[in-house]
Structures are given as structure tokens and as C-alpha cells.
């Protein structure tokens, strides 16, 4: 946890909680941190905002920088990742059901039981910021409220919440995981399905999703090497991805590194890098000059490939549905042998015959929560089926595409085993194709399991949980 002490605690000294205070609102003590978390949460809940967005832009806007950036930072990012935990904590410590409080009120809430469970921040202060922005904005009645619920929820440390609420481990260990990891239920169990375990592996997966991610950038092919992108950067050279460098957690914006700015290297995880490497390495017999990516948007794999190929006197035809998506793919891969075109992948009307074919299909996103803090609590089981049936329609589609001999690799975002496994088997039967083995084309990369699809981990492999599978025409 980082060790966030206010510059200024509103009330220094004594470790209880202040009791509410009596007469008129009165405007909080300056807290733009505590202020632009609040916001952003606020953003998150009513306009469907994404924290990671949202709030960068709030920090510019108000030019909150420094110490305050990286307290309204770890607030924000901490309290949509364990939003689901703190609320049953909180409804634990309600006299009133969630459902009847105020929306606004509950968000203020969440980021002062996220300051007294999972930072270590003092009590008194956590409180006390807390009820300041709730009396302001609501009046003394609500502020009250929300200290005698933030006074109930500092009784107990993280654990002893657990303890006291999260359902039994050896009844319910799924159950049990997903509350203490802060992870919904059926998230939880799409993990365990796909780990073959609800046991400690299950718990070092739900753990490293919930801690926040390095970043790591590509080093573009042809214009600098990953050792002196690390040298630059101050990064330091990627365990697997020849082309990749991880940055120090909280090295600060890296879209304003000056590689990045220069279009020389990308913000991107080292297993989108590695997926995109396996398309590249898997063997081929025959020409190898005409590469499709089928969902490019915005531009990531498409920027990677689009170097490799272009090296190689080749080219990449990019399809993207959405426009503003398209272009972004368009100016990732500026200067490369790339053609961008905006289209359905499931018929983009191009000539068949490509040599590699990559499919990385929409999906749940479930394999980078770590990255989109508010994600877990939005996504729906119901979400699941109807990306299935895209995924299988797209890779269908893909295989259309191929020539006799090409490889396609189908890679998603997520371990749930109906977008990863579940589509590649029901498309190798239907369209009769080949499912090569991936894990010789992820070199030096450890524990892919039995095959021949490969699965990557957070917690084994520091990456994002990307799924690779490799199919021969
Ligand atoms: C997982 S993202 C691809 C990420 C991208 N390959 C990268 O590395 O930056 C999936 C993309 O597919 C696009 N998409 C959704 N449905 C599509 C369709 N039917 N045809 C083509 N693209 C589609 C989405 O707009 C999204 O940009």
C-alpha cells in the first residue's frame, strides 16, 4: 500500500474519529485530491466513465500535479477495484440499505472506507476528509451519517472485515477469494475455471489482478532497440518480448516519454507483444508478404506487426469497425507498409489469401482489470455469450481469409474459457482447420501448460491474461 499522509490532516492529533459537528456547512479544508477522486467516482457511476481516463484528464484540467496526483490516483483507482467489497462493508455498517442511500453519498463513502482499509492513511484523517466533503456538499444531517458509518467501518482492520463477512474459504472458496480479493463472484469462478483451481493459485491470480500494474512499452522494430529504449527511459529490459521494456510503478504519464512522443515506442503489455510474436513466428512454407489484422483498433498489434512486416518488404491490410478507432490505428502505424480500412471483420471485402492472419477479437476484457479499475463491477455474465458469438464469427471469418498453409492467431483479453478454449474448438470443427501447438512460438516463456493453446497470467508471467491460439488453414 503506498503510504499517502496528508500534507494537511484536517484534524491533527488523536486517533478517534471526530464526531459530527453541530450548525451550518461549512466548505471542507483544500483537499483537491480527495476532491478529484470524488469526482471521478462520481463520473465512473453516472456517465459511465472510465477511471483512467476520466480522472487524468480532472488532474490536468485543475493542474493537480505531484503528491496530490498520486493520492487522487491511488484513491480512485483503489476504490473502483474494491468498490464491491467496500459496499458490502459498508451496507454492513449502514442502519439503512445501500439502495436507499444517496448515490453521491455512497461514493464519498467508498473512498473513505477505501482510505481506512486499504491505505495508510490515519483513521482520524480519513474521517474527518471524508465527512468535511459530505457536509459541505449535503449539510451536517448526511455528514453525520457518514460518520457514524466510517466510525463502525474503522472498528475493524481489512482482514477482520473478511473475517467477519466474506463466506467460509473451505465452503465456499470462490465465494471467499472473490470477496477478499475484491473480485465479483462470477469473475472469480471464470478464473477458477480456467485455472483448474480454487486453491492457492486461485488466490495468487485474484491477488496480482487486484494490485496495479507496471507499465510496459514496445520498442518499435527498425527505429530503437528494447536495450536502449531501457536506457532512456530509466525502464528496464522485458523478461520475455525482445521488444519490451517495463517502467518502474509510478514512473509517471509515459505518453510523455520522449520515445513515446516521437512514435519510436508504444505504451503497450508485454503479453499483447508476445501474442502478436507468436502470429509472426509460427512456420510457414511459401510466401510470407500479405498480413491482415482484423480488429485493429486502436492500433497496438497492428503498429507492431506493421514494423515486422514492413522490414520485411511486406503488408498489413487493418480492419476496424469503428471510425474514430480506424484512425487511431491510422496514426499508430504511420509511415508503415499498413493499410487501414473501416469495416465488419465478419465480411471486410478484401481478397482472400493473406499468409498471417491475427483475430484479437473483442472481448470481456477480463484479463486486464488491473487496467480498467471500474471494469470488474461493470462487465455482466450476460456480456459473455453475445462476444462469444462475435469471436466465432470473426475467426470464421478469418479463416475465410487465409490462404491454404497461412496461420491465424485468435487472441482475446480474458481467461473466460467461452471466449477463449470454447470458440477456437467449435471454429476448428466447423471450418475443419488445424490447432497448432502455440507454446514453442512464446520461447523462454515458463509455464504454459498442456497446450496447444497458450494462456498467459498476471501472476505468472507479469502480463495481462491474453489467450493465444494458433490455427493452420
Ligand atoms: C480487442 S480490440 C483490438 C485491439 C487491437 N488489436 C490493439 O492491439 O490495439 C477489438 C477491436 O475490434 C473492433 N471491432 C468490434 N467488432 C468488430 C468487427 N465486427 N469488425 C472489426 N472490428 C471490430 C473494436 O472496435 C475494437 O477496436
Redo the contacts with the bound molecule.
Keep these: 500500500m503506498t503510504d499517502h499522509r496528508p500534507r494537511k490532516p484536517s484534524r491533527p492529533g488523536g486517533s478517534r474519529p471526530p464526531r459530527p459537528r453541530r450548525g451550518p456547512a461549512r466548505p471542507p479544508a483544500e483537499d483537491p485530491a480527495r476532491l478529484a477522486a470524488l469526482e471521478t467516482l462520481r463520473a465512473v457511476r453516472d456517465r459511465d466513465a472510465y477511471a483512467n481516463l476520466a480522472l487524468p484528464a480532472l488532474l490536468k484540467q485543475r493542474r493537480i500535479t505531484g503528491r496530490d496526483a498520486a493520492l487522487a490516483t491511488e484513491l480512485t483507482y483503489g476504490a473502483c477495484r474494491a468498490q464491491g467489497m467496500l459496499d458490502e462493508i459498508i451496507a454492513d455498517c449502514s442502519a439503512r440499505p445501500l439502495t436507499e442511500v444517496d448515490p453521491k453519498l455512497l461514493d464519498a463513502l467508498r473512498l473513505g472506507a477505501y482510505q481506512l482499509l486499504r491505505t495508510r492513511i490515519p483513521s482520524h484523517a480519513a474521517v474527518a476528509s471524508t465527512v468535511d466533503m459530505v457536509r459541505s456538499e449535503s449539510g451536517s444531517k448526511l455528514a453525520g451519517f457518514a460518520n457514524a458509518v466510517l466510525r463502525r467501518i474503522s472498528e475493524r482492520d481489512e482482514q477482520q472485515w473478511v473475517d467477519r463477512l466474506a463466506p467460509d474459504r473451505a465452503q465456499d472458496p470462490v465465494g471467499h477469494l472473490a470477496f477478499r480479493y475484491a473480485h465479483p463472484r462470477w469473475i472469480a469462478q471464470a478464473f477458477a475455471d480456467a485455472l483448474g483451481t480454487t486453491g492457492a493459485e486461485l488466490e495468487s491470480a485474484l491477488a496480482a489482478d487486484d494490485a496495479r500494474p507496471a507499465v510496459h512499452l514496445t520498442a518499435r522494430p527498425g527505429e530503437i532497440s528494447a536495450e536502449e529504449l531501457a536506457a532512456i527511459t530509466g525502464g528496464e529490459e522485458a523478461p520475455y518480448s525482445p521488444y519490451g521494456v517495463h517502467l518502474e510503478a509510478g514512473a509517471g504519464d509515459p505518453g510523455e516519454l520522449e520515445p513515446v512522443r516521437e512514435g519510436f515506442a508504444a505504451v503497450q503489455d508485454e503479453g ?1 507483444q508476445l501474442v502478436s510474436l507468436a502470429l509472426t513466428r509460427a512456420g510457414l512454407e511459401g510466401p510470407d508478404r500479405r498480413w491482415l ?10 503498429a507492431l506487426l506493421g514494423a515486422l512486416v514492413t522490414l520485411d518488404g511486406g503488408t498489413l491490410d487493418a ?4 471510425p474514430h ?1 480506424a484512425e487511431l490505428v491510422r496514426r499508430s502505424t504511420d509511415g508503415l507498409a499498413v493499410d487501414v480500412h473501416v469495416g ?3 465480411d471486410p471485402g478484401l481478397e482472400p489469401g493473406y499468409d498471417r492472419v491475427l483475430v ?4 470481456t476484457g477480463l484479463g486486464a482489470l488491473r487496467r480498467r479499475p471500474e471494469a470488474r463491477w461493470r462487465r455482466r455474465p450476460a456480456d459473455v455469450p453475445e462476444l462469444a458469438k ?1 469471436q466465432r464469427e ?1 475467426l470464421m471469418s478469418a479463416v475465410r481469409l487465409t490462404r491454404p498453409g497461412g496461420v491465424v492467431a485468435y487472441v482475446v ?1 480474458s481467461p473466460h474459457l467461452s471466449e477463449t478454449d470454447g470458440v477456437v474448438s467449435d471454429v476448428v470443427r466447423r471450418a475443419g482447420v488445424e490447432q497448432i501447438d502455440a507454446r514453442p512460438h512464446f520461447p523462454d516463456v515458463p509455464d504454459l501448460g498442456d497446450g496447444p493453446s497458450v494462456q498467459l497470467w498476471p501472476h505468472k508471467h507479469g502480463t495481462d491474461a491474453m489467450f493465444c491460439a494458433l490455427l493452420r488453414v
Design positions: 499483447s489484422d482484423l480488429c485493429a483498433g486502436p492500433g497496438g498489434k497492428a480492419v476496424e469497425q469503428a478507432r465488419d471483420g465478419r484479437d477479437a473483442p472481448c462475435l470473426l483479453c
